[in-house]
C-alpha cells in the first residue's frame, strides 16, 4: 500500500502525489527486497517531479512542493515501511505493542537553521534547468506490525508540536531525553543537530502520549501537569474535611444518646 502527501499549493504541483502513487501502484508487484523498494521509491519521486513540468506553459512558473511518500510491503514475516522525502514533512510510527510513537523521518531537516527554508522541494528551484532541490533527499525505513499505526503530516501539523514553537525552552522541557542544558534555543554552544533531535524526541513523546489516550489510556507517560496536580490536592483535602465531619456527627449522635441512657 502507498501513502503519499505534498505540502506547496501551486497547480502545476498538484498532482505530483497523484503521480507518485500511480507510479508505485503499477510497479507494486516488484516489491520484492529492500533495495527494490528504493529504487521504486526514487522512480516515484521522478515521476512526480516530471508531472509538475508536465504542460506548463513556463516551467519557471511552475512552483515548488515538498513531498513525503512510502510504501508498504510484506518484510520478514510481518510488515516493512519505507519512505523517500524531500522537504519538512514528517512520518511518525505508532508501535502498538511498545506504546510508544518513533519520528521515521527524524534526520530530515537536522541541520536546517532557517525555520522557513524546508530542506528540500521538487519543482523548479535550482539554475537555469530548474532541478530540484534534493539537499535533504533520503530514504527511511521502518519495520511495523499489525495494530500499528503510521502517520503522514506536514510541518502545517507537526509544528504545532515544535517546543520551541510552543515557547518551551529547551532546559524546561518535561522530558528528560529531550532536555538541554541552555534556556534559548538560539544557543549556539549547543549543536544545531542536537537541538532537532531534542525536537524530534519531544513530539515523539507528546504524540506518543496522544495514542495512548486514545487507544491505551492506562499507559500515559507524562507527568501531571501542576494544575491537574493541584487540582487532586485540593480533591483530597475536601474528602478528608468530609470524613472529620462525619466523624464528629457521629460522636455528638453517641454523647446525645448516652444522656438519654442517664435519664
Known sequence: RQMCIRDRVSTQSTGANRHFSDFLLKHSNEATSLANVGLLLLGALRKA????????????????????????????????????????????????????????????????????????????????????????????????????????????????????????????????????????????????????MAKSRYMCRVLTDIMNDLFNPTTTTTAPSSSSSSSSTKQKDGEKKEEKEKEKEKEKEKEKEKEKEKD
Open 49 to 196: 517531479q516530471l508531472s509538475i513540468y508536465k504542460d506548463a506553459p513556463d516551467p519557471m512558473d511552475t512552483g515548488t512542493t515538498t513531498l513525503l511518500g512510502g510504501l508498504l510491503f510484506p518484510y520478514a514475516e510481518s510488515w516493512g515501511f519505507m519512505t523517500v522525502g524531500v522537504g519538512d514533512c514528517k512520518a511518525f510510527h505508532w508501535d502498538c505493542k511498545k506504546n510508544q510513537v518513533f519520528d521515521i523521518t527524524a534526520a530530515a531537516r537536522l541541520h536546517v537553521v532557517d525555520p522557513t527554508d524546508p530542506g528540500g522541494r521538487l519543482g523548479y528551484f535550482l539554475g537555469a534547468s530548474g532541478e530540484p532541490d534534493l539537499r535533504n533527499l533520503a530514504l527511511n525505513f521502518q519495520q511495523v506490525s499489525v495494530g500499528d499505526i503510521l502517520i503522514l503530516c506536514s510541518d502545517g501539523v507537526h509544528d504545532n508540536l515544535d517546543p520551541e514553537s510552543l515557547g518551551i525552552p529547551p532546559n524546561q522541557i518535561p522530558f528528560p531525553e529531550a532536555q538541554l542544558p541552555i534556556d534559548d534555543w538560539h544557543n549556539q554552544t549547543i549543536p544545531l543537530d542536537a537541538k532537532n
